[in-house]
């Protein structure tokens, strides 16, 4: 199965000494490929390479990837002083002290207290380490988003293609409701010339049934809708049977399947509404209607695939 949804959700979590590196990737539908990336400034360099990897796998869609780089609460800090904070405090103490000598020395809790003296000594994580995690994080975190639009895409496949079923069956049903409408019309011709005492001519009355079945024929709309729903189908079945997903060979075919089936379901509308319009029959009418509401919600359900 190579037909992916657009929208997608997942999360990852890697522990790395005293941080925890966490990714959050969700995705909704876009007409283009549209990515922002949320992440530490010490992280940024590596931006480029997730960029690459994202561009890769989706060719529609809006991407908004959240990484956080958090201290982990487990881990001890130990505590330090630092050294040109107190001496700069000692230094100002004496002055006081030369200007006031009344004035009272500090105390070993009022220099603590002094922003900047304490700071954490904690042991430094190496930047290589950071981008291993960071890499972990973001490759389950993707393997799962990439299964997610998976998942969603398998169910979209179905929903289409019972709806290309639904449609054609419509259409099916239009063929044999033609010559009914001729018939119906023809009697209904007969009934007025002998109600208004003419003769009959059957010559003229074949001559105008035959331009009443040209002016209302819509055996050339059956066949589009026809030949637009088989279309479908073999959109789909191409997607059945690409078997590796955003591979190299595929690639051209992938990021036009949303594409393609948007502009089958405007074809399809378009035939429906004509076929609408030339309907001289209840029964054409209801079909009419009923393959509007159909193609509506298969582009509705289009706007969703990549």
Same mark, same amino acid.
């Given at each position: 199965?190579?037909?992916?949804?657009?929208?997608?959700?997942?999360?990852?979590?890697?522990?790395?000494?005293?941080?925890?590196?966490?990714?959050?990737?969700?995705?909704?539908?876009?007409?283009?490929?549209?990515?922002?990336?949320?992440?530490?400034?010490?992280?940024?360099?590596?931006?480029?390479?997730?960029?690459?990897?994202?561009?890769?796998?989706?060719?529609?869609?809006?991407?908004?990837?959240?990484?956080?780089?958090?201290?982990?609460?487990?881990?001890?800090?130990? $505590?330090?002083?630092?050294?040109?904070?107190?001496?700069? !405090?000692? =230094? &100002?103490?004496?002055?006081?002290?030369?200007? #006031?000598? %009344?004035?009272?020395?500090?105390?070993?809790?009022?220099?603590?207290?002094?922003?900047?003296?304490?700071?954490?000594?904690?042991?430094?994580?190496?930047?290589?380490?950071?981008?291993?995690?960071?890499?972990?994080?973001?490759?389950?975190?993707?393997?799962?988003?990439?299964?997610?639009?998976?998942?969603?895409?398998?169910?979209?496949?179905?929903?289409?293609?019972?709806?290309?079923?639904?449609?054609?069956?419509?259409?099916?049903?239009?063929?044999?409701?033609?010559?009914?409408?001729?018939?119906?019309?023809?009697?209904?011709?007969?009934?007025?010339?002998?109600?208004?005492?003419?003769?009959?001519?059957?010559?003229?009355?074949?001559?105008?049934?035959?331009?009443?079945?040209?002016?209302?024929?819509?055996?050339?709309?059956?066949?589009?809708? $026809?030949?637009?729903?088989?279309?479908?189908?073999?959109? !789909?079945? =191409? &997607?059945?049977?690409?078997?590796?997903?955003? #591979?190299? %060979?595929?690639?051209?075919?992938?990021?036009?399947?949303?594409?393609?089936?948007?502009?089958?379901?405007?074809?399809?509308?378009?035939?429906?509404?004509?076929?609408?319009?030339?309907?001289?029959?209840?029964?054409?009418?209801?079909?009419?209607?009923?393959?509007?509401?159909?193609?509506?919600?298969?582009?509705?359900?289009?706007?969703?695939?990549?």
């Amino acid at each position: 199965m190579n037909l992916f949804s657009m929208t997608g959700f997942a999360t990852a979590s890697v522990n790395s000494g005293k941080y925890t590196l966490s990714v959050l990737i969700r995705a909704v539908n876009h007409r283009f490929f549209d990515v922002a990336i949320r992440m530490p400034d010490t992280l940024r360099p590596l931006e480029p390479v997730l960029r690459e990897k994202m561009a890769f796998g989706v060719k529609r869609g809006k991407i908004d990837c959240q990484i956080q780089c958090a201290e982990r609460a487990d881990t001890s800090a130990a $505590l330090g002083v630092h050294e040109p904070t107190v001496k700069a !405090l000692l =230094s &100002a103490e004496k002055q006081i002290i030369a200007m #006031s000598p %009344d004035a009272h020395p500090l105390t070993v809790s009022e220099i603590l207290r002094h922003p900047g003296v304490l700071m954490s000594v904690s042991e430094e994580v190496e930047a290589e380490e950071l981008k291993t995690a960071l890499q972990t994080a973001f490759d389950r975190a993707w393997n799962e988003f990439m299964s997610s639009r998976k998942r969603e895409g398998e169910k979209l496949h179905a929903i289409l293609a019972r709806h290309a079923d639904q449609m054609e069956s419509l259409a099916l049903q239009c063929k044999p409701r033609m010559p009914i409408v001729y018939q119906a019309y023809k009697e209904r011709l007969i009934k007025w010339v002998k109600d208004s005492g003419a003769e009959l001519d059957e010559s003229r009355l074949m001559q105008e049934v035959a331009l009443y079945a040209a002016r209302i024929d819509v055996q050339e709309e059956i066949d589009r809708l $026809l030949a637009h729903i088989n279309e479908i189908r073999r959109i !789909l079945k =191409s &997607a059945l049977d690409a078997t590796v997903p955003n #591979s190299a %060979d595929n690639k051209s075919q992938n990021e036009s399947y949303g594409k393609r089936l948007d502009f089958l379901a405007q074809e399809l509308h378009r035939e429906a509404n004509t076929l609408g319009s030339k309907s001289v029959d209840l029964t054409l009418s209801q079909i009419s209607l009923e393959l509007k509401v159909l193609i509506e919600q298969l582009r509705e359900q289009v706007q969703n695939i990549e």
